[in-house]
């Protein structure tokens, strides 16, 4: 039994009240000008800036029956900065849109604030929440938008793998995904709806497979280490390693030859939301820590993407807009 | 009576179709890595870089019934690109994040492709869309990140207006809420539902406030044109010029004294969304073109405004937490 008082939502709130709590949460801004005024100034050292926006979206992103505060801040953060870091790049800099019903607890954006936190401290130390948005909606939506900085270096893109090129990955395949299914699986009542998880109903390897799904820990720093190697092709696996290869086969006019025995078995192939950073080397070059060899770039044949030798079965990933499973909760 | 064919849906579609169909519409990218990689790549001539994020949703910030898809994107860009001016900042990019039901038109896509684009051709020539992110959404979420350049000036911020100031104002006051007004007033059924407006029902007056409120048209050029001219303080009027003053007094620590019949009548005082620039220039600056005297600054008094003397009654401004009309549609 809490009073309004206790436990205050965000339609009791002013819109000034709900900011202070976040800013009190989020730490010191280490940026020229922070939180507070129309907008953000940022450092950029040499002169250029990398940017990328990812939403998660209540529904078809997450459940709240399975997802905390804390994961979804956790998570919102981890996948914007995997996109820099994608790019060779150093997170610096997020902005956090809050799109929220206004029966939201008060609490639940606290722990979000805590959450965008600590996977900033983790992920990507240096980097902090300085701006942002509120508004109120029907469908809690967490919209992020994170900056980065090259440090000088040149921005690894998808269309620079060269046939001869070492493919390689830093970052765990699949246990998002069964993470996933472990959520499916076996936290659903009997007409679909998530139902909270029962850590002690898990063993020791489906509870990491499940704290991957809910807070991925991407290889944020391996960006710029990719780049400083070498590498001539980054990005991030979000949607399978066979979707995401195929994306860079094709923007860089390749075959990639994935071996299966290095990747392992599936949902390696296919899973997504693990946010591991995928790259292609020059044959000379050495691999650095974290990344393993996973296959190797050919001269574009018939297919961009070969598993074994076959080209792999299905579409291989996710489609937010083919794959939408309606399960809300 | 039309196909699937002829009139698709997202949920029809890949994301990668709905991209292909927005960028085709964005015209050419002017970043150093455009759309289509983990991220973009964006000059910042000088070092620094201006960030912000400000998100539409369907409900509290607009009604499908009343505004287009053009509308929205105009609308979500102009909003952005004025916090980006109101730092005395050029806005040189946006990323879009866009989450929408899968039974959404992509012709609702075309249009709000083409509004985003107009709004930025129109109001802030060199700026365009780099970036962004397709989700599925109950709600139609329209979440946009401006970034600016500095180019070499020193931020503007609301901080800064010092007593003896000449408070300032650029662009339109109230218009946008009274066209507002004209929607609620004008363009809803019995039930208090929206209705599509009537153009021929609207006098010439009410149809140019009706355009203020769903395509407002901010001085963002003028941003830049402020800080040349020696402004202490700059913001953004978005949520009501007393509300908003309030803000640069109290975070300037003065008081700001308006002059009403400067000002012009209500909903000049309290109507937010023409996103005005609020500017304090000292007193021995000229004003520059388009910006007009309404007050002058004093040291802090017992209030942070006063509107001819007297302390302006009511809150004065918009809190989306507090004063959400729960009207659909």
Redesign the interface.
């Known amino acids: 039994m809490s009073s309004p008082a206790a436990a205050p939502r ?2 009791d ?4 009240a ?1 900011l202070r709590t976040i800013l009190e949460r989020l730490g010191p801004s280490r940026a ?2 922070g939180p ?22 209540h ?3 997450f459940r709240l029956a399975w997802s905390s505060a804390f994961d979804l801040g956790w998570k919102a953060a981890a996948v914007n900065l995997a ?2 870091a ?2 060779g ?1 150093r997170p610096t ?1 997020l ?3 809050l ?1 929220m019903p ?1 029966d939201t607890p008060l609490s639940f954006v606290e722990g979000l604030a805590d959450g965008l936190r600590a996977a900033c401290d983790a992920l990507a130390p240096g980097c902090a929440v ?10 809690l ?1 967490i ?1 992020v ?4 900085a ?1 440090d000088g270096r040149d ?1 690894l ?3 620079g793998a060269r046939p001869g090129d070492v493919v390689a990955v830093a970052g765990e395949l699949g246990r998002a995904a069964r993470g996933l299914a472990v959520l499916f699986g076996r936290f659903r009542d009997a007409s679909g709806s998530p139902v909270p998880v029962d850590e002690a109903a898990l063993s020791a390897d489906e509870s990491t497979d499940l704290a991957r799904q809910l807070r991925p820990s991407p290889p944020v720093g391996l960006g710029p280490v990719a780049a400083d190697a070498g590498a001539t092709a ?3 696996v979000s949607d399978g390693l066979v979707l995401d290869a195929t994306r860079m086969a094709t ?1 860089s006019r390749v075959t990639i030859r994935l071996d299966g025995s290095a990747v392992g078995p599936e949902p390696a192939l296919s899973g997504g939301e693990d946010h591991a950073l995928l790259a292609t080397f020059p044959p000379e070059a050495g691999l650095p820590q974290g990344f393993r060899t996973i296959g190797r770039v050919e001269a574009a044949g018939a297919d961009p993407v070969l598993v074994d030798g076959v080209v792999p079965a299905g579409r291989g990933g996710w ?4 794959d ?1 499973d309606a399960t809300r909760g």
Chains 1, 2 share one sequence.
Do not use: H, K
């Open positions: 965000v339609g709130l002013s819109e000034g709900i020229q000008v507070g005024d129309d907008a953000a100034v940022l450092a950029a050292p040499d002169g250029r800036i990398v940017a990328t926006t990812d939403t998660l979206v529904g078809p992103d996109d820099v994608a790019m790049a800099a902005l956090v849109a799109a206004d300085e701006g942002g948005d509120l508004t109120v909606s029907d469908t939506t919209a938008t994170a900056l980065g090259l921005p893109l998808r269309s980054l990005m991030d923007a489609d937010p807009y083919r939408w």
